[in-house]
């Protein structure tokens, strides 16, 4: 690929297959990182998919040998003639593009996988956290590899240790080696890890099960759970069930039960 293709060339690919839409970052050889345009390129996917019905569930993966190599330390650095204030305004403004996009995920109505197909370091694993779900290829590693050039990576731990439990946060964040992909699946990082020959297909299977339960049911529960789960625990229980008796109230639940006693697939009201 020339240095015009790349330059070209969509951030990020999209492609629909039925009711899934699989989303490509595509900067192979910069190692897909997390740049500005990157950033908003996914945003405008991600929002695009959440107005449209025919989406009922998104796989976020990458092209090349890596999946996603972080921020851009390239466009992070201060470019000649800058000043460190300019410098660091522009480096916070994309990191505030950076959580904007990761809340995009977590806040979207439709379900959203990550598909590794290879590593993920610094912001490419807290990529892969904000996800609801993930699964690796076993060929997949994860770092958060700030404190070999000196900083920490402060922010990919805010999804990351969300996701796993503290210990193995600073453990990732503390020593910035490679921890492979069972050990991404004991950390909880990950869902499950698979041979790179069958992470399409098996990713595709989980997303078209996804796709074909009730968009309304998926779209109400999501935001419930990401909003019950830092509660108190009495509070979460008293959100939950309110969040429950409206969910058996809608249209889709009547269907389903209905379906379940007469034996048959529900038609959902989205479908």
């Known amino acids: 690929m020339t240095t015009l293709e790349t ?9 629909m297959a039925g009711h899934v839409l699989w989303l490509t970052l595509n900067r192979p050889r910069q190692r897909n990182p997390l740049s500005s345009a990157m950033i908003a390129a996914l945003k405008t996917a991600i929002d695009a998919a959440n107005d449209n019905p025919q989406v009922r569930a998104i796989v976020i993966t990458g092209s090349g040998p890596v999946f996603c190599a972080g921020h851009d330390l390239r466009e992070m650095s201060r470019r000649e003639g800058e000043s460190d204030k300019v410098r660091e305004a522009r480096v916070a403004q994309i990191l505030r593009d950076c959580s904007k996009m990761m809340l995009g995920i977590v806040h979207s109505p439709k379900a959203i996988i990550a598909s590794v197909q290879a590593t993920a370091t610094a912001a490419g694993c807290q990529l892969v956290s904000a996800c609801d779900m993930a699964i690796a290829s076993q060929e997949a590693k994860f770092c958060t590899p700030g404190v070999n050039i000196g900083i920490f990576c402060t922010t990919p731990l805010v999804g990351v240790g969300r996701n796993i439990h503290r210990k ?5 964040a503390l020593t910035g080696d490679l921890f492979c992909a069972d050990d991404a699946v004991r950390f909880g990082l990950v869902n499950r890890a698979v041979p790179a020959g069958e992470l399409r297909a098996d990713t595709e299977q989980l997303a078209q099960k996804i796709a074909s339960r009730s968009a309304q049911g998926i779209r109400s529960g999501k935001e419930v759970f990401y909003r019950q789960i830092d509660k108190p625990l009495e509070e979460a229980f008293e959100f939950a069930n309110e969040a429950m008796l409206d969910a058996m109230r809608s249209a889709d639940a009547a269907e389903g039960s209905k379906a379940f006693l007469e034996k048959r697939a529900p038609r959902w009201s989205d479908a």
């Open 7 to 15: 330059t070209s060339s969509p951030y990020v690919l999209e492609d």
């Open 168 to 172: 193995h946060a600073m453990e990732l």
